[in-house]
């Protein structure tokens, strides 16, 4: 049985221990409960929490918690696949086509000219802010959609043969264009929910099975990368620690 009061809320520190926060630092009685959670977050993103737990507010403010928790343990891995992603791709462009500049073939390259609008789209917006477009500033503009594009099916025929070479430590049986783009597309789609503030916090499970998908596909790029990653990267600790909160 639970025994805290509606609003008393216990949160999770960066080792695992408890924090208290029921109160803020130089805020007179203020009170994290359902209704200021509400009035901030919204009704509808609050919404799930309060329903898994209706009968205790504190457990589900708790469980909101354990969600920023464990979107903040992922962004290193998020953050370092996706840029060793784009300059992956980026290198082999650079070397199939020649040039700095490798996305100017794509109006007069049949099969390619689709991806002609994000480099549009691209240098509208360095233009927007008044800066010179460069082939840095493009591609540092482009999404992570348009990249992990790159590989999709519609493109086998004409990139995957160079493409490939951006995944030189991929085993050799695996390596096929769809044993990329998929696990790529799911990165992309969890990436934007964390950056996008979506709810992650429900199946640790999967999430565990979707870092260390995300973890091989570094290892596929770069064989260094993975070690050296692990020396800042806090998700096992951090779920250890939410499954010990969560199950309590």
Known sequence: MNNKKPGFITCIGYQGEELPGLRCKGTKNMSYNKQFFEKVFSNKRMERYFKLYPQDESRAIMHYQCNLRLSEAMYPSLSVLEVTLR???????????????????????????????DITQASKRISGRHEQVTPSKIIAELTLGFWVSLLNSEYEKILWKDLRRA?????????????????????????????HNESICWNLDRVKELHDEFIVLLGWMNKDVPSWLALSDRFDNVTENIRKVLNR
């Open 87 to 117: 300059n992956s791709l980026c290198r082999e462009l650079r070397l199939m086509t020649g040039r700095e500049d490798w996305y100017a073939i794509f109006p007069n390259t049949p099969g390619l000219t689709n991806l002609n609008k």
């Open 167 to 195: 995944f030189p430590y991929m085993p050799k049986k695996l390596k096929q264009r769809k044993n990329v783009s998929a696990p790529l597309n799911r990165f992309r789609a969890f990436r934007n929910r964390v950056f």
